[in-house]
């Protein structure tokens, strides 16, 4: 089944749908046929009542209405289910131009038998001559006085005749059938498509646009996720060690305006960024760790990842907020000493960059399903499709690890991040 695309407000064709779909052949035929069928009764009735005999107009409406609506419905219809075929690109204008060039060449050879069929069954009296004006006739059946086989049932010219008569109702009526089949239909098929093609393509353009100013306010989304906890967190231990430790308060702040000096602008940078590397969201959550260790001494944590990984492509903000999500769901409520890990490794084609922590685990905090992975998830898959995937697994000696996987890109030098 044919998809009927929409046009653009300047397309003549825009209310019969694409040439050669469905839509149009239905249109197309209910619209022509209904004007091939009242000329047709036109012609009919004028020539009934100039002959004084009805069976003759009979027989021109059934010779043309009939004629008319089988060309009209038949050869469109197979090059409407033609089209709607998986063709190869570069044949289709050639194998649509011949089927209907074919077609409208059989109609034109087979109308002759299709009149000369019509005369049989619907007989007329002979000697009967019906005179338009300029001259043009129809006349008797019979060979004394009028139309013989060799004459034209309609203008009663002899058809081996030379002569402006002849050949010029000939031709209109070659131009007629080529019509009905399609013909002129085709001449307009190739330009349609070549303005439908770029409708498309400045529709998918549009949506590629949408989807990327969509992804950059989920990023958003997540950066102001991503901040607010532990500066407020922090903020609270500061006031919280201003009374009992003056020494570590102001540790506390000289490790934050230090943070928010050195990670606050490549956030605002990253999430614009399509460079971002490793390396680059690595500094930002040692950076994060450190602060948290200020906060909470009993947290331990280690940073490992080669040199040569560092330039390797991640997607901004999600490493970070892995790192946020793992102390806010598994280290600030254990009781006791913690640990978080951060390791990333190449696995074929793939860079695999883990954040594990021993803290609480799934069993306390649930399976692992907020709005901050279910944003990661989203990213990663309008990034790379499914070639990339965040996991979350529970360790045997408790906490959990969130792994996320994406393919293994090097950076150039003109989208790194700035050092």
Not at 302 to 314: D, G, I, K, M, N
Not at 320 to 344: C, D, Y
């Amino acid at each position: 089944m044919q998809t009927v695309i929409d046009f653009e407000p300047t397309d003549v064709w825009r209310h019969w749908g694409p040439i050669f779909s469905w839509l149009w052949w239905r249109r197309r035929t209910v619209l022509l046929g209904s004007l091939c069928g009242l000329l047709s009764a036109v012609l009919a009735i004028v020539v009934g009542v100039t002959a004084g005999e009805l069976a003759r107009g009979v027989r021109v409406f059934v010779d043309l209405a009939g004629f008319g609506l089988v060309v009209l419905a038949g050869p469109p219809a197979i090059t409407t289910w033609l089209s709607g075929k998986a063709l190869p690109a570069r044949w289709r204008p050639a194998v649509l131009g011949v089927v209907v060039v074919l077609q409208a060449a059989i109609a034109v050879a087979l109308y002759p038998w299709w009149s000369e069929g019509v005369k049989t069954v619907i007989p007329t009296e002979p000697n009967k001559a019906v005179v338009f004006v300029g001259s043009v006739s129809l006349r008797g059946d019979d060979g004394k006085t009028g139309l013989t086989s060799d004459r034209d049932t309609i203008t009663g010219l002899p058809k081996g005749e030379e002569g402006p008569g002849n050949w010029l109702f000939d031709a209109g009526r070659v131009a007629l059938i080529f019509w009905l089949a399609g013909g002129f239909a085709l001449l307009a098929y190739f330009p349609q498509q070549r303005r439908l093609a770029e409708a498309q393509r400045r529709r998918e353009l549009a949506a590629a646009q949408a989807a990327r100013r969509e992804a950059e306010l989920k990023l958003s989304v997540l950066a102001a996720q991503v901040e607010p906890h532990f500066l407020f967190n922090t903020l609270a231990g500061v006031r919280g060690a201003v009374a009992s430790d003056p020494a570590r308060a102001v540790t506390l702040i000289d490790r934050l305006a230090d943070y928010l000096r050195l990670t606050i602008p490549r956030l605002r940078a990253d999430a614009q960024a399509a460079g971002a590397t490793l390396g680059g969201q690595l500094e930002i959550v040692e950076a994060y760790l450190a602060l948290i260790h200020a906060r909470l001494p009993r947290l331990a944590y280690s940073v490992q990842v080669t040199p040569e990984l560092a330039a390797a492509r991640f997607p901004p903000l999600m490493l970070i907020s892995l790192a946020e999500n793992a102390v806010k769901h598994g280290i600030e409520p254990k009781v006791g000493p913690a640990r978080i890990e951060v390791t990333a490794q190449r696995e074929g084609d793939a860079l695999v960059v883990a954040v594990c922590d021993d803290g609480v685990g799934f069993a306390a905090t649930g399976s692992g399903a907020g709005l901050g992975l279910a944003n990661i998830r989203e990213r990663l898959v309008q990034i790379y499709g499914d070639r990339a995937a965040l996991t979350l697994t529970a360790r045997d000696s408790g906490g959990v690890c969130a792994t996320i996987s994406v393919p293994y890109e090097l950076a150039s030098d003109a989208d790194r991040d700035p050092r």
